[in-house]
């Protein structure tokens, strides 16, 4: 317990309160099932829909899986990014590229599922981590081959757009994580020359 306190005590404030407030979703999610209808992204088309839903499905997950994925990386690999840019703009900037992702996902699948996750937005945290950072080594879950930013993000991406052009029944919004990975992109070049913030 000690190790978990002296860890996020480490993690910039940003990324430590979105992880709170994801695991905080997540247990309402399971003891308050009527949540489910109203955080979720819903069609628009569906009775259910609210806009707040753009933000709000950001922080929904569908398991104990989906969320310990999501949050293994909006932690190990994300600090780097609000450090560099700053807690507002982080955090801004996150949300952003959760709703590109949703509006990309409704655009081309207006009538699919319910969209959770936090998928978008940590992809395009990730894209821009990448273009800081692309030489630095990272690692794929429980994968212990280390492999460049670069190289893993460009060949995740491409894989995304695959199973995103084919149609998959795999209850993944390749979709959304392309948007959310091409407004991180558009984000990093909107402000490529962005000065180190130390906390």
């Known amino acids: 317990m000690g190790f978990l306190k002296f860890f996020f005590d480490k993690m910039p404030i940003g990324i430590r309160y979105i ?16 949540v489910n209808y109203i955080l979720p992204l819903y069609p628009i088309s569906s009775n259910h829909f609210i806009i707040t839903q753009f933000i709000t499905y950001q922080f929904t997950h ?21 450090q560099r840019i700053g807690t507002k703009k982080f955090v801004l900037y996150y949300l952003l ?20 996750g936090a998928s978008a937005a940590i992809w395009g945290m990730l894209v821009m981590f990448t273009f800081f950072r ?4 990272l ?37 959304a994580h392309i948007g959310g990975g091409i407004a991180g992109a558009i984000l990093f070049f909107a402000n490529k020359y962005i000065p180190i913030k130390r906390y």
């Open 97 to 116: 590229c959760g709703i590109a992702g949703a509006l990309l996902h409704m655009s081309i699948i207006s009538d699919s599922a319910t969209l959770v």
């Open 134 to 137: 692309p030489n630095d080594s």
């Open 62 to 82: 569908g398991g104990i899986l989906h969320i310990m994925c999501n949050m293994l990386g909006l932690i190990t690999i994300l600090p780097f990014v609000e």
């Open 19 to 34: 992880f709170y407030i994801n695991v905080t979703v997540f247990l309402l999610q399971i003891l308050i099932p009527s």
């Open 139 to 175: 690692y794929i879950f429980l994968i212990p081959i280390a492999i460049k930013a670069k190289y893993l993000t460009g060949t995740l991406f491409i894989m995304e757009l695959f199973c995103a052009i084919i149609g998959t029944s795999d209850n993944i919004g390749h979709l």
